[in-house]
């Protein structure tokens, strides 16, 4: 099992960026993939990006391909979800999540093989 905390969600304007955290605990965190996923009010909750246990492969939604970047730290046992161009519709809250299963190879942008969760983070985006 990984305890996940999520950080960094805030108010900001669109165009601007915005950085999240995750820090995890937990025996199998360097053997699983981790992703983010958000939801916003009204909505089922959608996948953002995910990145595999090494760190080396990486997916992401095609709404998000380009402006955001998702990484981890596996020393320091954190993954990070840089947002840039924010726009409205980006307005959620986001979640962190880990893998059920260890060592898949490439990470899942499946809601379900998504075990352990975080509480979430807002992110509000004003136009």
């Known amino acids: 099992q990984v305890t996940l905390v999520e950080s960094g969600g805030r108010p900001v304007q669109a165009g601007n960026s915005l950085r999240l955290s995750c820090a995890a605990s937990?025996?199998?965190?360097?053997?699983?993939?981790l992703a983010w996923f958000r939801q916003a009010p009204g909505k089922e909750r959608e996948f953002v990006a995910s990145?595999?246990?090494?760190?080396?492969?990486?997916d992401y939604a095609d709404s998000m391909e380009g402006r955001f970047t998702i990484s981890r730290n596996n020393m320091q046992n954190t993954v990070t979800l840089q947002m840039n161009s924010l726009e409205p519709e980006d307005t959620a809250v986001y979640y962190c999540?880990?893998?059920?299963?260890?060592?898949?190879?490439?990470?899942?942008?499946?809601?379900?093989?998504?075990?352990?969760w975080g509480q979430g983070t807002q992110v509000s985006v004003s136009s």
């Open positions: 999540a880990a893998d059920r299963t260890l060592f898949r190879g490439r990470p899942s942008a499946d809601i379900n093989d998504y075990a352990d």
């Open positions: 937990g025996r199998t965190f360097t053997s699983v993939a």
């Open positions: 990145i595999d246990w090494s760190g080396r492969v990486t």
